[in-house]
């Protein structure tokens, strides 16, 4: 079986069951991580392919798997009738927030926009927590957004990449095709973030989770990435390699820029 395919990952949340962990949501790690051990936090940005998010979502839903659904608020993907039926099924929806990004940088209106974004999420269902979207083709980084502004201002639990204490937490992400940390992987991860570098494919991150080493770990998978067929799947591997040859050449020319 490929790599990257919905069952594929389907065995990796088999795995995660068999083998003893508790699945969480992001805003349910923030309120009981103390508590929590043995536990596999899950989350997924939903970039672009709302219709793999709903796959994925009610794949987890039928193995009794909860996670968080980071949605970002642009028309392809901001879909009411799909947001609710996520959040039907139990899972968390979130907010994946682009607005510095947007705003060119300006906070003022970067953080208006904020406002009147998530205001429409909660007009179609609750929102306890955010995560940004790295949003590789701007200088910006949306996080920044919140080093003069408190995000409790606007109800919320946590932002995943600032709130969380990642010392405690091993971390995962699919971004770039791969869940070890590689140049195409921009934003998408936190000084303070414990990864394993010798796990790359899905095979190798099952066997790890298999031998249970560490109590806490979180996985970031992108839905778009996990195709459920082979056109789908082709398609999705040729447009991740041509976005690492673009990350990859913007993480150059951004560490000849500081030297």
């Known amino acids: ?22 699945t969480s949501t992001i805003v349910n790690y923030l309120k009981n991580h103390q508590r929590l051990k043995d536990v596999v936090v899950l989350r997924h940005d939903v970039d672009r392919n709302i219709s793999n998010a709903l796959k994925m979502a009610k794949l987890e839903h039928s193995l009794g798997v909860y996670s968080t659904f980071y949605f970002r608020h642009t028309p392809l993907v901001f879909n009411q009738p799909v947001i609710e039926q996520i959040a039907e099924m139990g899972h968390e929806i979130g907010f994946h927030y682009e607005t510095l990004s947007k705003a060119h940088g300006d906070m003022e209106k970067a953080l208006k926009l904020f406002g009147n974004e998530i205001s429409e999420f909660r007009a179609i269902t609750s929102i306890e927590t955010i995560s940004m979207h790295g949003s590789p083709m701007s200088p910006f980084d949306n996080r920044d957004l919140w080093i003069k ?9 946590g932002e995943a990449y600032l709130s969380i204490d990642y010392q ?10 791969s869940w070890q940390r590689n140049y195409s992987n921009l934003r998408d991860h936190h000084p303070e973030m414990k990864t394993n570098e010798t796990v790359r494919t899905t095979n190798e991150l099952i066997a790890f989770i298999n031998e249970k080493s560490y109590p806490r770990i979180c996985i970031s998978a992108h839905p778009e990435r996990w195709a459920s067929n082979f056109p789908r799947w082709a398609y999705s591997a040729g447009f991740d390699s041509l976005t690492n ?7 150059f020319f951004a560490d000849k820029t500081k030297n």
Do not use: A, P, W
């Not at 079986?1 to 508790?22: A, R, T």
């Not at 040859?245 to 993480?251: A, M, N, Q, R, Y």
């Open 1 to 22: 079986m490929m790599d990257f395919m919905l069952e594929k990952y389907k065995l990796l949340c088999l795995k995660i069951i068999g083998s003893g962990y508790q």
């Open 149 to 157: 502004n408190d995000i409790k201002k606007f109800d919320l639990l």
């Open 168 to 177: 405690n937490l091993l971390y995962f992400t699919d971004t770039g095709r």
């Open 245 to 251: 040859v673009i990350k990859s050449g913007l993480h």
